[in-house]
C-alpha cells in the first residue's frame, strides 16, 4: 500500500523545510524564540544532579587556553573598562603589584590569598572558575617547596631580575624539590583564594 | 532532578566583556547557562530520536547532547559579533547553535543506528536514505552558496512570520523547534498553546497554509520590483 500524503501535510513540510533553510544554521533566529526554549530547557532529562554537575565541570575545564593569569587579568580590567589605579583603590593592592601581576612577573610570596580574592572580587568574578587552572600552575612555581637541609639562601638582588627568577636560580641544581608540599602549598593558596571570594559574596548577599 | 533552571539577565553584562576580549567570563557564561543549555539540547534530541522510534538508547542521547552543548558554547563564544541581542537572549542564541548541529551529530547517529537495526518503517527508511532530512552540503562552494541562500531566506521567512497572527507564528516555530511535526510536537503545540491536540493540528494546517500563501505573494512582490 502506498500512502500519499495530504497536501496539508506536503504544506506543512514544505514550510517547516523553509524555516529549517532559514534558521537550521544558528545564525538567523526565528521570533518569539526565548519562551519556546525556556520551555524546552524546563523538560525533564533523565539526568542526576551529580551527573549534570561533572558535565558543567568538565565544559569550565575544557575552556581554560593557553593564557596566562596576567593576561587572563588584564584583558578582564580593560574589558571592565577599569585602569590600573581605580582596581587597585578598590582591591586595597598595590598597583605596582597589579601591573607586575598583569606583567606575569608578580611573586604570589608579596600576593597573600585574601588579596588575591579581594582583587578577583573587584573584577566581577565570585568564583575561580576557568582561572583555576592557570593559578595552579603559577602557584606551583611562585610556592615550590624545597626540603629541609637547603638551608637559607643568599643572593644578590640585581636589576632587572625579579625575585622568582632570583629564587629559581638561586636554587638551580640544589636537590630536595618537595612535589608534596608544593601541591599542599598550592592547595593552600587556591583555597585561600576561594574563600576569600565566597566571604565577599555572602558580604554582598 | 533539580528544578527547571531558567535563565536570568546577568548575560547583559556578560555581554559587554566577552565583546571586549575578555576570556574569564566564558567560564562565569558556562556555568551559569550549562545546565539551561544541556536540558534544551536533551529534549531536542530526545524528540528527534522519538521520531525516528528510539533507535538509540537514552544514554547515548545524553552523551550526544551534551558534545552538543559544549560545540555550542565554543561557537558562540567564536561568532559572538554574530549574537543579536534584540532577537534573543544569549542563553538562547546558544541552545540554536547547538540545534543548528543537530544534523550533524545527532540525525546522522539515529540514521546509522536505524539502519543497523532494521528498522520495519518503511516510511522512515525511505526519507532516512532519500536524504530527506539530511542536507550537510560536503562542497566548499556548495556550502557558500547554501549560506548566502540561507541569509535571504531567512530574511523573507523572518518578515512572513512577523506579519501572520501571532498563534499561527507560535504554532510553526513550535513545530520548527520539534523536529519533524509529529504526534509529540503537535501534543506540545496543544500544551503551549492551551488546545486539544485535534485543534491544534489544524491550527498547525493552518498556520502552514498562511505561510505559504504569505510567502507566494511577497515572492510576487520581490519579483515586481
Known amino acids: 500500500v502506498i500512502l500519499v500524503p495530504h497536501d496539508e501535510e506536503i504544506e506543512v513540510d514544505l514550510t517547516l523545510n523553509q524555516l529549517e533553510t532559514a534558521f537550521g544554521s544558528g545564525k538567523s533566529v526565528p521570533p518569539d524564540i526565548d519562551d519556546l526554549i525556556k520551555q524546552l530547557a524546563s523538560g525533564p532529562t533523565g539526568l542526576p544532579e551529580e551527573e549534570l554537575n561533572r558535565l558543567r565541570r568538565l565544559a569550565v575545564e575544557r575552556l581554560e587556553s593557553s593564557r596566562s593569569v596576567g593576561e587572563l587579568l588584564r584583558t578582564r580590567r580593560i574589558a571592565l573598562g577599569f585602569d590600573e589605579e581605580e582596581v587597585s583603590h578598590r582591591s586595597h593592592l598595590r598597583v605596582r603589584l597589579l601591573e607586575d601581576l598583569e606583567a606575569d612577573t608578580a611573586d604570589l610570596h608579596e600576593i597573600d590569598p585574601e588579596m588575591f580574592g579581594s582583587l578577583l572580587y573587584v573584577l566581577g568574578l565570585s568564583e575561580l572558575g576557568s582561572l583555576e587552572t592557570p593559578l595552579r600552575q603559577l602557584a606551583s612555581v611562585h610556592l615550590s617547596v624545597h626540603g629541609s637541609g637547603v638551608g637559607p639562601l643568599f643572593g644578590r638582588t640585581r636589576r632587572g631580575v625579579g625575585s622568582v627568577a632570583r629564587r629559581r636560580g638561586l636554587l638551580k641544581g640544589i636537590p630536595g624539590h618537595d612535589a608534596d608540599a608544593t601541591r599542599r602549598a598550592v592547595d593552600a593558596y587556591v583555597v585561600g583564594v576561594t574563600q576569600r571570594l565566597q566571604e565577599l559574596a555572602s558580604r554582598k548577599k | ?225
Not at chain 2, 538562547?92 to 545527532?106: C, D, F, M, P
Not at chain 2, 522512515?124 to 547554501?146: C, F, I, K, W, Y
Not at chain 2, 500544551?191 to 505561510?211: E, H, I, N, T, Y
Open chain 2, 1 to 225: 532532578l533539580r528544578p527547571p533552571v531558567l535563565p536570568d539577565d546577568r548575560w547583559r553584562f556578560w555581554l559587554r566583556l566577552l565583546r571586549g576580549g575578555d576570556i574569564l567570563v566564558r567560564g562565569q557564561i558556562v556555568e551559569a547557562y550549562f545546565d539551561y543549555v544541556l536540558r534544551a539540547l536533551v529534549n531536542i534530541s530526545s524528540n528527534l530520536n522519538s521520531k525516528w522510534y528510539s533507535p538509540l538508547p537514552h544514554p547515548r542521547v545524553l552523551e550526544l547532547a551534551n558534545e552538543l552543548t559544549n560545540i555550542a558554547f565554543a561557537e558562540a563564544f567564536a561568532h559572538i559579533e554574530q549574537f543579536d541581542e534584540t532577537q534573543s537572549a544569549l542563553p538562547t542564541w546558544i541552545v540554536l547553535k547547538g540545534r543548528s548541529r543537530l544534523k550533524g551529530i545527532v540525525l546522522k547517529e539515529i540514521r546509522e543506528a536505524s539502519r543497523q537495526s532494521a528498522t520495519d518503517n518503511d516510511e522512515l527508511t525511505q526519507r532516512s536514505l532519500s536524504g530527506q532530512l539530511d542536507d550537510l552540503a560536503t562542497d566548499p562552494a556548495e556550502q557558500a552558496v547554501n549560506r548566502v541562500e540561507a541569509s535571504e531566506v531567512a530574511r523573507r521567512v523572518n518578515e512572513v512570520l512577523q506579519a501572520m497572527s501571532p498563534d499561527h507564528r507560535r504554532a510553526l516555530v513550535l513545530a520548527y523547534m520539534q523536529p519533524p511535526p509529529d504526534a509529540s510536537a503537535i501534543a506540545a503545540i496543544a500544551r503551549d498553546l492551551g488546545k486539544s491536540p485535534v485543534a491544534a493540528d489544524s491550527l498547525l494546517r493552518r498556520a502552514a497554509r498562511d505561510f505559504r500563501s504569505r510567502w507566494e505573494e511577497l515572492k510576487r512582490r520581490d519579483e515586481l520590483q
